[in-house]
């Protein structure tokens, strides 16, 4: 299977332009809460940490970091880190972060498609986690790149917010978005957001991935498919409809249908 949309670079550029303009946003907000984390508090949720493990000493590369707080919270966790977002604003405000907390880590500004023409290095890890499969048209390409980067027998671990999910609306009570990829992306007019209220104005395109082109594109790019998981919570008030259920933890009210809200997935490299 092999994904043939076209995709724009102005959707690329725009997407770019709305994250350098978020990054301000989120810097300011309660969500990230950046003045938690320079105190001492993980962005991690426990379960990309339970999945992963003691990572001290073993070199990570982070794909779609934004401005850096779980790239720098796996730091932390002894991790020799490498943070990469397509932003350079998001780059340049975790940069800051890592000189102002000590905390050494490496970020790259770059598109994934772009990296490997940037980055020579290969890593025992490749991360990438929450919100960022539908701002990649081409998840062929994607899927090359990580195993590009993975050392051999190298793990790569991505948590996602399950493409089911994505289907419905704001209420998530009806179905309003394609669970199949669209040769067009959605085009969507964001005010203020997910992380932010703002009377700030933008346009964002986002790309529909179905859970079997996933698995699917990391297959064919020659990874071993350790396991799929899905799960019945979210790791974030995310979608807002959603109640918490205990820490780190919110699921669907409970008059409503047990659905899944998040999906793992751990391969190895060749």
Same mark, same amino acid.
């Given at each position: 299977?092999?994904?043939?949309?076209?995709?724009?670079?102005?959707?690329?550029?725009?997407?770019?332009?709305?994250?350098?303009?978020?990054?301000?946003?989120?810097?300011?907000?309660?969500?990230?809460?950046?003045?938690?984390?320079?105190?001492?508090?993980?962005?991690?949720?426990?379960?990309?940490?339970?999945?992963?493990?003691?990572?001290?000493?073993?070199?990570?590369?982070?794909?779609?970091?934004?401005?850096?707080?779980?790239?720098?919270?796996?730091?932390? %966790?002894?991790?020799?880190?490498? &943070?990469?977002? $397509?932003?350079?604003?998001?780059?340049?405000?975790? *940069?800051? /972060?890592?000189? #102002?907390?000590?905390?050494?880590?490496?970020?790259?500004?770059?598109?994934?498609?772009?990296?490997?023409?940037?980055?020579?290095?290969?890593?025992?890890?490749?991360?990438?986690?929450?919100?960022?499969?539908?701002?990649?048209?081409?998840?062929?390409?994607?899927?090359?790149?990580?195993?590009?980067?993975?050392?051999?027998?190298?793990?790569?671990?991505?948590?996602?917010?399950?493409?089911?999910? %994505?289907?419905?609306?704001?209420? &998530?009570?009806? $179905?309003?978005?394609?669970?199949?990829?669209?040769? *067009?992306? /959605?085009?969507? #007019?964001?005010?203020?957001?997910?992380?932010?209220?703002?009377?700030?104005?933008?346009?964002?395109?986002?790309?529909?991935?179905?859970?079997?082109?996933?698995?699917?594109?990391?297959?064919?790019?020659?990874?071993?498919?350790?396991?799929?998981?899905?799960?019945?919570?979210?790791?974030?008030?995310?979608?807002?409809?959603?109640?918490?259920?205990?820490?780190?933890?919110?699921?669907?009210?409970?008059?409503?249908?047990?659905?899944?809200?998040?999906?793992?997935?751990?391969?190895?490299?060749?």
């Amino acid at each position: 299977m092999h994904d043939e949309r076209v995709y724009d670079p102005k959707h690329i550029a725009a997407n770019r332009d709305l994250w350098n303009a978020w990054t301000q946003l989120h810097l300011d907000s309660d969500f990230y809460a950046v003045d938690s984390f320079k105190a001492g508090q993980t962005t991690l949720k426990s379960v990309e940490r339970e999945a992963l493990g003691d990572v001290s000493g073993q070199t990570m590369l982070h794909l779609q970091c934004h401005f850096g707080l779980d790239t720098l919270s796996w730091a932390r %966790e002894g991790a020799l880190v490498t &943070g990469v977002d $397509f932003s350079e604003d998001a780059i340049a405000t975790a *940069q800051k /972060l890592s000189v #102002e907390l000590a905390i050494p880590a490496t970020f790259v500004a770059s598109n994934v498609y772009d990296l490997p023409e940037v980055l020579d290095e290969t890593f025992d890890i490749v991360f990438t986690s929450y919100g960022v499969l539908p701002w990649l048209p081409d998840l062929d390409r994607w899927a090359h790149v990580v195993a590009h980067f993975l050392k051999p027998a190298g793990m790569f671990y991505i948590v996602e917010f399950h493409p089911f999910l %994505e289907t419905l609306d704001e209420e &998530g009570e009806h $179905f309003a978005y394609p669970y199949f990829g669209m040769q *067009q992306p /959605l085009r969507f #007019e964001e005010v203020g957001s997910y992380a932010s209220d703002s009377d700030f104005v933008g346009t964002s395109y986002e790309w529909t991935h179905p859970l079997g082109q996933v698995v699917t594109a990391l297959l064919e790019a020659g990874l071993t498919l350790e396991y799929l998981r899905e799960f019945p919570f979210s790791t974030y008030a995310y979608p807002p409809y959603l109640v918490q259920i205990a820490p780190d933890r919110y699921g669907w009210p409970a008059a409503r249908p047990t659905l899944p809200l998040i999906y793992a997935i751990k391969a190895t490299g060749a």
